[in-house]
């Protein structure tokens, strides 16, 4: 198989996986039109049937694949599709063996690294913070708890300070920076996009493979093995594409625990509310936010604010709060090392989190904290984050309550609330 064919095969997969049918549709036709169409997988074919809406014509091979397999993904497909046509039990049916047999799938890949002996680098996590905040780590926790994962062998590999968030995991981690302080990182994560098509890892590409070597390297190891976040994102991959049901994430996620000690360790300013507003699909660049964002920082009479963004570089993406709010000034020099460990540890010290949605509200309510979104329009995308959210929470009484920026009645009984906490 050439090169080419391989990556074409691979970006069908990424795009599907990743919900970017148009993408996966327009690559998988133009392998049909070289002639290559029966170089891609039944299961694949079938998944793009159901992803362009031809259900009659993928119902008949799921079955065959459902029942010659096992995969989890034609059962899943085949729940989703009696779900859509309210068939209630059928889809139960099928949803509840799909995420059997991902449990399964997972189980026998975590028993044959437990087989082995040596260390296990966990990683590496290259993706983005909120997969990373709601998936990766309540995954591996799961794993470690129930699937019988060996954490003490594990090393898990991150970047940009988020160590703390694995270190009531995994006695050993090791952050991207401190194996390429020469900065080569971006430009190897640039090429992964470019040959994979996306960041988040559904597959192992080859620059993830010269990134372990490197980790490997770096820390002396002559013989380790590998739990790549591939693994998670193929059995995930259904409920980010809305063919999964939420039990079916909740059956491979745990829960953060109270007092997750994510935010130790690191100087950081001290202030009663966190905030951060990067602008975004749900909170767009306008006037309106930036006045906003200014009257979030006055209405907060009596209390302290630190604006999470000016802690890290790359804060010019973010609408900034006015200086003469109630702001604690960054009590570091310069740009921090681990920008991550920084954010985490002023947001642990935080009464709540204020700011737009995204991963800080994630964060946030995994510290078991009360976080408040302002959007102006809602992202399709974020649907399955914030209903997992809430479920994944360090401590019962957290939640993430989404606030439309015009309703500044429901912001003032909020602020009020963040007073009174």
Known sequence: MSDVLLRALRLVDGALAAGDTETATGVARSLSEAGARDSMKPGVLAELMVANGLYREAEPMLRTLADSEDDPAPPLLLGHLHGLLGLDAEAARFQALGTARAGDQVRRQIAALAAMEGPILVGPWIGDVSHEILYWIPFLRRMADDFGLPAGRCIAVCRGGSGGWYADLFDRTLDLADVYPDGRLGPMLSERVDVAGYLNQYAMADVDGTILQDCADHLGLAQCHVLHPSIMFQVLRHYWTGTAPLDHALSLLAPYPAGWPAGSGA???????????????????????????????????????????????????????????????????????????????????????????????????????????????????????????????????????????????????????????
């Not at 009479?301 to 000016?310: R, S």
């Not at 204020?354 to 309510?365: E, R």
């Not at 102006?376 to 920026?405: E, F, K, N």
């Open 267 to 421: 100087a950081a300013p001290l202030a009663d509310l966190a905030t951060r507003f990067d602008i975004g699909d749900s909170f767009a660049p306008s006037d309106y936010n930036a006045n906003f964002t200014a009257s979030i920082a006055f209405g907060v009479e009596g209390l302290t604010l630190v604006d999470l963004a000016t802690l890290v570089p790359g804060g010019e993406q973010s609408l900034r709060l006015p200086d003469d709010a109630a702001l604690v000034q960054p009590v570091l020099d310069g740009v921090p090392a681990a920008p991550l460990a920084v954010q985490t540890a002023a947001l642990a010290q935080a009464r709540a989190f204020a700011g737009s949605l995204g991963p800080y509200c994630y964060l946030a309510l995994a510290m078991g904290k009360p976080a408040f979104a302002a959007i102006d329009a809602y992202p399709v995308s974020q649907a399955p984050h914030v209903r997992l959210a809430a479920r994944l929470a360090g401590a019962p009484g957290a939640r993430l309550s989404i606030i439309h920026g015009e309703d500044w009645d429901r912001w003032s009984q909020a602020l009020s609330a963040i007073r009174a906490a």
